[in-house]
């Protein structure tokens, strides 16, 4: 995949850099985004018009020749580095090192990310090359907006996605009940056993993740707790996956509440008003609209039913407690926000949406699709039945 990074050039442009620098592993985005290669050890990567990489060890440089969307792949070796380690320290070698590597370009000004190293940015200012925050993180944005081919890598991801949820449903509603318990093979079910189905199906499917949510009851009431222990019968049951592609690197994410047995009246009513909530905000998704209008649905539906929301009461700690949606790729937190505040949404975004009810007192309901706005409103990439009970 070649990014378009024509935005890229205008900012560059605009605002009188030579280049942008970024210095990090691959697990940061943007130095994946814009070098396409993918290394465990920071290196470095600068666009000038051109991609082109830098690396301070030659362990990966082989690869990188081969393997990375450069135009031109060079070592610290090739810049004296052998030289400047015998008067410097090796830090201070270093930033001799990609000062040279810059001057070798004409670049005497870089603009860099807001997380940019800041030993290399002072070593370099140090040389007298003019290193500059860009503060509105241009490459995370440009990144926000997918092409078909990331497009479709979500959407392969979400297919992983949906397996792995399908298996976590399916432990749930085989589940024994006693003594208001979850049971399965004579064993209490747990949050750790379905996790662990969840993490299993996922790698069949070639993704993986870090971590998942599966909380019950009073768990199920924050909406950032992993769960743990045994899964009680008639209580609400928030499963949250969001895993990654290991070959593309893109992610997915989805959410579902399950409840195996009756839940009580308010569990209802609060699913009920949470998939009103959840489908209002999907209709409210098109060009043009931003994602603080989506959020405004779901509180609009919330609020008219008299629960709380962060924006009728910024101090609630019960009732929807967090924004309506974010971005997702080769971050699962990414651009644009579905939240106050939130940008105009334009097509190729893909953003989730995800309206909830928390209360300890009752738990929590959460229903998350993934969406990728179009030309003339969105496509749903999710294809799972919302349903409460099983």
């Given at each position: 995949?070649?990014?378009d990074?024509?935005?890229?050039?205008?900012?560059?442009?605009?605002?009188?850099?030579?280049?942008?620098?970024?210095?990090?592993?691959?697990?940061?985005?943007?130095?994946?985004?814009l070098?396409?290669?993918?290394?465990?050890?920071?290196?470095?990567?600068?666009?000038?018009?051109?991609?082109?990489?830098?690396?301070h060890?030659?362990?990966?440089?082989?690869?990188?020749?081969?393997?990375?969307r450069?135009?031109?792949?060079?070592?610290?070796?090739?810049?004296?580095?052998?030289e400047?380690?015998?008067?410097?320290?090796?830090?201070?070698a270093?930033?001799?090192?990609?000062?040279?590597?810059?001057?070798?370009?004409g670049?005497?000004?870089?603009?860099?990310?807001?997380?940019?190293?800041?030993?290399?940015?002072?070593?370099?200012?140090?040389?007298?090359?003019?290193?500059?925050?860009?503060?509105?993180?241009?490459?995370?944005?440009?990144?926000?907006?997918k092409?078909?081919?990331?497009?479709d890598?979500?959407?392969?991801?979400?297919?992983?996605?949906e397996a792995?949820?399908?298996?976590?449903?399916?432990?749930?509603?085989?589940?024994?009940?006693?003594?208001?318990?979850?049971?399965?093979?004579g064993?209490?079910?747990t949050?750790?056993?379905?996790k662990?189905?969840?993490?299993?199906?996922?790698?069949?499917?070639?993704?993986?993740?870090?971590?998942?949510?599966?909380?019950?009851?009073a768990d199920?009431?924050?909406?950032?707790?992993?769960?743990?222990?045994?899964?009680?019968?008639?209580?609400?049951?928030?499963?949250?996956?969001?895993?990654?592609?290991?070959?593309?690197?893109?992610?997915?994410?989805?959410?579902?509440?399950?409840?195996?047995?009756?839940?009580?009246?308010?569990?209802?009513?609060?699913?009920?008003?949470?998939?009103?909530?959840?489908?209002?905000?999907?209709?409210?998704?098109?060009?043009g609209?931003?994602?603080?209008?989506?959020?405004?649905a779901?509180?609009?539906?919330?609020?008219?039913?008299?629960?709380?929301?962060?924006?009728?009461?910024?101090?609630?700690?019960t009732?929807?407690?967090?924004?309506?949606?974010?971005?997702?790729?080769?971050?699962?937190?990414?651009?644009?926000?579905?939240?106050?505040?939130?940008?105009?949404l334009?097509?190729?975004?893909?953003?989730?949406?995800?309206?909830?009810l928390?209360?300890?007192?009752v738990?929590?309901?959460?229903?998350?699709?993934?969406?990728?706005?179009?030309?003339d409103?969105y496509?749903n990439?999710?294809?799972?039945?919302?349903e409460?009970?099983?």
């Amino acid at each position: 995949m070649d990014p378009d990074l024509s935005a890229l050039d205008a900012f560059l442009d605009e605002q009188d850099f030579d280049g942008y620098l970024v210095h990090a592993d691959s697990d940061d985005s943007n130095q994946y985004y814009l070098s396409g290669f993918d290394a465990p050890d920071p290196f470095v990567t600068l666009y000038d018009g051109e991609v082109r990489l830098l690396f301070h060890r030659s362990l990966e440089f082989g690869r990188a020749k081969r393997e990375a969307r450069a135009a031109t792949v060079e070592r610290s070796i090739d810049h004296g580095y052998s030289e400047y380690s015998e008067e410097y320290d090796p830090h201070e070698a270093s930033y001799h090192v990609l000062a040279d590597f810059l001057d070798a370009y004409g670049v005497d000004s870089v603009a860099v990310p807001p997380r940019f190293p800041l030993h290399t940015a002072d070593g370099l200012r140090d040389l007298g090359v003019s290193v500059a925050a860009d503060r509105d993180d241009t490459v995370s944005t440009i990144r926000a907006v997918k092409t078909e081919e990331e497009i479709d890598h979500v959407r392969e991801a979400q297919r992983a996605n949906e397996a792995a949820m399908h298996a976590a449903e399916d432990l749930i509603a085989n589940a024994d009940v006693r003594d208001g318990t979850l049971y399965h093979e004579g064993e209490p079910l747990t949050s750790e056993a379905v996790k662990t189905e969840i993490e299993v199906t996922l790698l069949r499917h070639g993704c993986a993740l870090d971590e998942t949510i599966v909380a019950c009851g009073a768990d199920a009431a924050d909406p950032h707790e992993r769960g743990s222990g045994p899964l009680a019968a008639d209580e609400p049951i928030i499963v949250d996956i969001f895993p990654q592609n290991k070959a593309t690197k893109y992610h997915a994410d989805m959410t579902r509440t399950f409840c195996k047995g009756e839940p009580t009246e308010t569990v209802r009513e609060w699913y009920d008003l949470t998939e009103e909530a959840y489908r209002a905000a999907l209709e409210a998704v098109e060009p043009g609209a931003t994602g603080a209008d989506v959020h405004d649905a779901a509180c609009d539906v919330y609020e008219g039913a008299g629960e709380p929301t962060l924006r009728s009461d910024e101090s609630t700690e019960t009732g929807f407690i967090h924004s309506t949606g974010h971005g997702v790729g080769l971050d699962v937190h990414e651009g644009p926000r579905i939240a106050p505040g939130g940008e105009a949404l334009e097509p190729g975004h893909v953003i989730t949406i995800e309206p909830g009810l928390y209360d300890p007192e009752v738990g929590g309901i959460r229903i998350e699709d993934l969406v990728v706005v179009t030309e003339d409103g969105y496509e749903n990439l999710t294809d799972y039945r919302v349903e409460l009970t099983l």
